[in-house]
């Protein structure tokens, strides 16, 4: 089993501010996912970075892949309550599995 | 409607009962997945399949049977159900895998149902 542990675990944070999870792991991916999940719902996709130091935008969240592809983080900037949910990574290992990291569960205050 | 539907949506049964869920894909994707979520424990792999009569293990497959007669449809039984198998499992969907450098890669969006909450009492 390739482990990816997220942190934190839970986050509350006041709308506006910024935050960053984290998404560390002792295994090499060739790829990483992050999805978000709303309540009784499935996640969602909302990037996957490939290549070490990989670094994407979208809108107010900044995904980043690590140089030996064994960590990424995700930023976001100005959060606001619609940010709310649960941000799940997920790494490709090898040719069919995907394996996915605990979850941040980020709560976004107005 | 197009997508990607389970059913049910919600299921109560009881230690030692047949159970299986039903996962419908109109896409036409090749892969099917099935998840289980649980607290603590993030998303895990069940069973996967590349195609219609192929299917493979995940990380955790014991105690689940999986079929795949046709593209569109992915269930998953469980044979004798444990109270260990309370969860919400989650069918997933992709296009397939790419390729770099020779190496397969696998990261196709998947594409989630709405997902199963499993209750064995």
């Known amino acids: 089993t390739q482990l990816l542990e997220q942190s934190p675990q839970f986050l509350s944070i006041q709308e506006g501010e910024n935050l960053t999870v984290y998404c560390n792991s002792s295994?090499?991916?060739?790829?990483l996912q992050w999805y978000r999940q709303e309540p009784g719902e499935g996640p969602v996709l909302l990037v996957t970075?490939?290549?070490?130091?990989e670094v994407k935008k979208l809108k107010r969240l900044t995904f980043q892949f690590g140089d030996a592809r064994k960590d990424s983080s995700l930023h976001i900037t100005a959060a606001q309550p619609g940010d709310t949910g649960l941000y799940l990574c997920?790494?490709?290992?090898?040719?069919?599995?995907?394996?996915f990291g605990t979850g941040t569960r980020l709560t976004v205050i107005p | 409607d197009a997508g990607i539907t389970q059913s049910p949506r919600y299921k109560i049964t009881e230690t030692g009962r047949q159970v299986t869920l039903m996962c419908h894909q109109t896409w036409s994707h090749s892969y099917m997945f099935w998840y289980r979520q649980d607290l603590g424990h993030g998303l895990r792999l069940i069973y996967y399949s590349a195609a219609a009569d192929i299917t493979d293990k995940g990380e955790v497959p014991d105690g689940y049977v999986v079929s795949r007669s046709k593209t569109e449809n992915f269930p998953l039984t469980l044979e004798s159900a444990t109270r260990s198998q309370t969860s919400v499992y989650f069918c997933a969907s992709s296009g397939g895998t790419g390729t770099s450098g020779g190496q397969a890669l696998f990261y196709n969006e998947q594409f989630f149902g709405p997902g199963t909450r499993l209750t064995v009492l």
């Open positions: 295994s090499v991916f060739s790829s």
């Open positions: 970075v490939v290549t070490g130091g």
């Open positions: 997920a790494g490709a290992g090898g040719a069919n599995n995907l394996f």
